[in-house]
């Protein structure tokens, strides 16, 4: 997704007020500048009108000029993706880059080149789910992984043994990226889709669930997951805070899952439940 | 040893909200830090204030490493919202498009007053009051000190 980047030259009074007025016509984020602000909107929804009438508004207060560009899209976590190093989770499991050597000493090993998505194994939630699944069973089994960014979580279930893998993501990266990944680690059994998981495709139901999200979404979407998985089927979460746990647990069991296991990372933790 | 730093960053990021895209990208992707892992904590610790414009202050170090802090969300932010408009008015001195009461501007400069150091409560209250009017936002009744 191409971006505008509008530059505004105002002074530091008026910043913030700037800053809630371009808040209000779909602005998303800010940087604080020498000469103002830069403000950041999809291009997509980028009005120029909307910006000269705010602009217009405050003139006859302070100085107020804007310039606004184009910013294309591209790997912005390339400088960190290039240089990140091998990791190994649980004593049974490397995750590492096409660029490092393979030590074949583990009885996993997964493959990862991000390109600017989620799940490397260095994040404590992504290291503690795939503990959880190493914990787990996976053969024979159907899992969806629920906003999979780089599928590693999904890569794990076809190497231990999944029958059938369907991951998806609302980010285009990331669907892009668990696709080249997908196939890095051949992994044959896993299927790719872009969207949340009310416009997805998905089979009536799966006998695990993997879901490295947040705790906002996880609480939405709880009741979703329940629907998929039938009696005995397992339910993976992390993403996170430790205090969060009561809220996701009391959730759940209003959904008939029953809590197995609970790891914790300071301050994330995860969580396994049974239905 | 102390780790070295080097550089700041201050951005403005709707809460529950950061994701790789510019400006949270190209600010820090350019200094070598994890972007995802920073979108990933900073989506965690702002749940509580999900699509709430939120300062943050990045604080990077050689190593690769950062640490940021989440700050209170700018007045004019806070007075919209309190006001429930949308943008302030077009002619602020004459055409009022909202108001506020001396109650809801004294929550709000409570609100700010953690990143107001040494401020006093009225001070931060007058503050608030100003930066209301400039975006055409009455404030209804008397000021406490002048009842």
């Known amino acids: 997704?191409?971006?505008?980047?509008?530059?505004?030259?105002?002074?530091?009074?008026?910043?913030?007020?700037?800053?809630?007025?371009?808040?209000?016509?779909?602005f998303e984020s800010f940087l604080d500048t020498d000469y103002g602000v830069d403000g950041y909107i999809p291009a997509h929804l980028f009005d120029e009108q909307q910006v000269a009438s705010i602009t217009e508004k405050y003139s006859h207060l302070t100085a107020i000029t804007y310039t606004f560009s184009i910013i294309k899209r591209r790997n912005w976590n390339e400088e960190w993706e290039k240089s990140y190093e091998p990791i190994i989770i649980g004593n049974q499991c490397l995750v590492?880059?096409?660029?490092?050597?393979?030590?074949?000493?583990?009885p996993y090993e997964i493959i990862i080149n991000p390109k600017m998505s989620f799940g490397t194994g260095h994040h404590e939630t992504t290291a503690l789910m795939l503990e959880n699944q190493l914990a787990i069973s996976h053969t024979g089994k159907r899992v969806l992984d629920v906003g999979c960014g780089t599928g590693i979580l999904a890569i794990m279930a076809c190497k231990r043994g999944a029958a059938k893998v369907d991951a998806f993501d609302i980010d285009e990266w990331a669907v892009e990226n668990s696709r080249e990944n997908f196939e890095l680690n051949s992994c044959n059994t896993a299927t790719i889709q872009q969207g949340t998981i009310r416009e997805v495709k998905l089979a009536p139901n799966y006998d695990i669930v993997l879901a490295n999200i947040n705790r906002n979404v996880l609480l939405d979407e709880i009741p979703v997951y329940a629907t998929l998985?039938?009696?005995g089927g397992k339910l993976l979460l992390s993403g996170f805070y430790e205090k969060d746990i009561a809220d996701i647990e009391s959730l759940a069991s209003t959904q008939g899952f029953s809590k197995r296991e609970q790891r914790i990372k300071q301050p994330w933790a995860s969580l396994v439940f049974e239905k | 040893m102390a780790k070295e730093v080097l550089g700041y960053l201050k951005l403005q990021v709707k809460g529950g909200a950061a994701n790789p895209s510019p400006p949270i990208g190209p600010a820090l992707g350019s200094k070598g830090l994890n972007i995802m892992e920073f979108c990933k904590q900073f989506n965690?610790?702002?749940?509580?204030?999900?699509?709430?414009?939120?300062?943050?202050?990045?604080?990077?170090?050689?190593?690769?490493?950062?640490?940021?802090v989440i700050k209170t969300p700018p007045a004019?932010?806070?007075i919209m919202d309190a006001a429930k408009i949308k943008g302030g008015s077009?002619?602020?001195?004459?055409?009022?498009?909202?108001s506020i009461t001396w109650d809801q501007v004294k929550t709000i400069a409570q609100t700010k007053m953690p990143d107001l150091n040494a401020f006093k409560l009225e001070s931060a209250m007058k503050m608030v009051a100003g930066t209301a009017r400039s975006m055409g936002i009455t404030v209804t009744g008397n000021a406490p000190w002048e009842s």
């Open chain 2, 76 to 78: 004019p932010v806070l």
């Open chain 2, 44 to 68: 965690a610790r702002t749940q509580e204030k999900a699509g709430q414009i939120l300062p943050v202050l990045i604080t990077y170090y050689t190593d690769k490493s950062f640490e940021f």
């Open chain 1, 96 to 106: 590492r880059a096409s660029f490092h050597d393979g030590l074949g000493t583990y």
């Open chain 2, 90 to 98: 077009a002619e602020p001195n004459r055409n009022k498009v909202g």
């Open chain 1, 1 to 26: 997704m191409d971006f505008i980047e509008l530059k505004v030259t105002v002074p530091p009074d008026f910043s913030d007020i700037l800053i809630a007025e371009l808040a209000e016509i779909g």
């Open chain 1, 229 to 231: 998985l039938p009696a």
